[in-house]
């Protein structure tokens, strides 16, 4: 299986809540079980099939989590030495050659994508449009909505 890029933040993140599944709600949701089969009869116990949903979603989210990390190439961003050249983990300066708004995105592996806090992922059509230009070129990006120009402004490893 091919190895997925993550940096050092999204593992961390990954982890705490894989720690947290498996020290918190894991041992909730069985308690929950014991305590709804306490009630009777388990056909008609919705709160026994509700606790038995949520457990089975916990194993699968666990499940799911242990296999990102273990196909994981870690990359710790601060300690990359691309120089202006951008490579996964690079944070970059955009500006809109037709607006002229400016933007930062960080570009980080898939799991760890997000809008709204300006990481994107490096398989998005923006990134894939910045991977391997430098600060001053200006990067062309395939949109739905036709094909928009960015100038880059900055690029840094933080």
Known sequence: MNKVPLTTRGADKLRTELKQLKTVARPNV??????????????????????????????????????KLSNAEIIDVSKLNAGDRIVFGATVDLADEDTGAQITYQIVGEDEADIKANMISIASPIARALIGKHSGDIAVVNAPGGDKEFEILDVRYV
Do not use: M, V
């Open 30 to 67: 069985i308690d929950a079980i014991a305590t709804a089969r306490e009630h009777g009869d388990l056909k008609e116990n919705a709160e026994y099939h509700a606790a038995r949903e949520q457990q089975s979603f916990i194993e699968g989210r666990i499940q799911e989590i242990e296999g």
